[in-house]
């Protein structure tokens, strides 16, 4: 028998009154006003070894109002629905912007769109039961039976519907769902003193059809092989030699070292190398790095941001130039540049900040034979295990999850402790070869002080005199 908790709070209908209510607060003062409400809903189970460790279903609401006041944005939440709350709510943000320091913000280009975007799935999450999510899990974690140096797996599935109604002043008004289906492991394996700990994730926009599309048991079986390969690899060498990424590693490459330094807020606050390079070569002709929420089944696409604006493709590096930064409306207001969609919030309690989405280098020719063909000595890295990045500076180090000698063309002895560092500005100009294999879809959530779903991806990279360490 499981035990798990389940939680329920009451909805409230928030329909059309909502809008009604914000016209009816405005102020003089106040330029503009928008009002988010939002529903979710989510399950989470967890299995340690087999045993359920956790197991929550959940639902929240509320709604969070934004204005704008003599160039200061305020802003407030509440849990709670009707008349009273909403002007308690609207009372706070209209007080907040009184009580700012800046008073320079201006917010042109709003949204005006009126439209609903139901995103469901083919399986809902609904047609199995609580049980039968339990069973898929531990038929998972079956799988990994047969490998005896694994000790530990913990495996999660994770189900999540976000509805969302938009309202401004200038007479937007949205209805958005947007489901998401995800499976989660980690893996330890143990062999005669040595340890490895491995991670994965597959999920996406989407119900149950995601686990047909990105099926765990695939990805489950590549982890648990890797975290035993590790167990009897060697020691990375360190110093320059070319490298050649695997699809997820090439993701990290685009999210971390490209679309951080693209968030305008970043630039705007002087901690972006990009800031004042639109327009400029930063990498190779073959370079194309795009940020991207209109995906299909991606885990990080939405139909509108949580600013109203259509959610739309954005080429941030274009053949080697950069184009584009990423923009909220005061980002794209203050740097006179277009709206483009990479408002978000984590929920209705706080306010959006500049996100990405989908970010990912585009393909190119070479076949991944190719790129080991013209290698006498070089690193094959595969996946992540994260890293730092500092977009002031322009610098980074990623460490990957393993990794594999390149001699002759060929792969020979497993490697571990492989990490690569460099600067933004230079190795996109040290890219001479795109594989014509694009993946997109590693799941995560990004954090800037908020989390929201994301993911990244594109096809092998290789990367000449990159500078690698084994330690």
């Known amino acids: 028998m499981h035990r798990y908790t389940k939680i329920q709070n009451i ?29 979710i ?24 109002i934004r204005l704008l006041s003599d160039g200061a944005l305020g802003f407030s939440s509440t849990s709670k629905f009707g008349k009273n709350e909403f002007a308690r709510c609207f009372e706070n943000a209209y007080k907040i912007a009184k009580n700012m320091d800046i008073h320079d913000i201006k917010l042109e280009d709003v949204s005006i769109e009126s439209s609903t975007a139901i995103w469901s799935g083919r399986k809902k999450h609904a047609e199995q039961s609580l049980e039968e999510k339990i069973r898929y899990i531990g038929e998972l974690y079956a799988l990994t039976k047969q490998y005896n140096e694994i000790k530990s797996v913990t495996l999660s599935y994770m189900e999540s519907t976000i509805e969302n109604e938009y309202y401004n002043t200038h007479g937007a008004k949205l209805l958005t769902r947007v489901p998401r289906t995800a499976v989660r492991m980690q893996i330890v394996a ?27 048991a695939e990805e489950l079986k590549n982890k648990c092989a890797s975290a035993v390969r590790l167990l009897h690899a ?25 679309g951080h330094a693209c968030e305008a807020d970043a630039v705007i606050a002087g901690a972006s190398c990009l800031a004042g390079k639109i327009g400029e070569k930063i990498g190779n002709d073959i370079v194309t790095i795009v940020d991207d929420p ?38 794209a207001t203050k740097l006179k540049m277009s709206k483009n969609g990479g408002a978000r919030a984590e929920s209705y309690a706080v306010p959006p900040l500049v996100r990405m989405s989908n970010t990912y280098i585009e ?45 002759n063309g060929v792969l020979t002895k497993p490697l571990r402790d492989l990490s690569l ?41 290789r990367i000449q005199n990159a500078r690698v360490g084994g330690g």
């Open 421 to 461: 560092a460099g600067d933004i500005l230079g190795v996109f100009h040290q890219i001479d070869a795109v594989g014509n294999d694009v993946k997109v879809g590693h799941p995560g959530n990004c954090g800037k002080g908020q989390w929201v779903p994301v993911s990244d991806g594109g096809p092998h990279i």
């Open 190 to 216: 143990h062999s005669e003193g040595a340890i490895s700990n491995i991670t994965g994730s597959v999920g996406g926009t989407g119900e149950l059809e995601i686990l047909d599309i990105y099926p765990p």
């Open 11 to 39: 909805l409230l209908p928030v329909g059309e009154p909502m809008e009604n209510l914000l016209k009816l607060h405005m102020k003089p003062d106040v330029e503009y006003a928008e009002l988010r409400v939002a529903r």
């Open 234 to 258: 060697q020691r990375a060498p360190s110093g320059l030699c070319t490298v050649v990424a695997d699809n997820a590693l090439t993701g990290v490459f685009a999210h971390e070292a490209v």
């Open 363 to 407: 393909g190119g020719d070479y076949t991944f034979e190719e790129m080991l063909k013209e290698i006498k000595f070089g690193v094959y890295a595969k996946g992540s295990r994260g890293g730092q990045v500092d977009t002031t500076k322009g610098t980074f180090q990623f460490s990957a999850e393993e990794g594999f000698l390149i001699e």
């Open 294 to 331: 209109t995906l299909p089944h991606q885990n990080g696409s939405f139909p509108y941001d949580d600013e109203g604006t259509k959610a739309r493709r954005k080429v941030l590096i274009d053949h080697g130039y950069l184009r584009e930064f990423i923009h909220s409306v005061e980002t």
């Open 41 to 64: 809903s989510n399950l989470v189970i967890e299995m340690k070894n087999g045993e359920v460790t956790k197991c929550v279903q959940g639902t929240d609401s509320g709604l969070s």
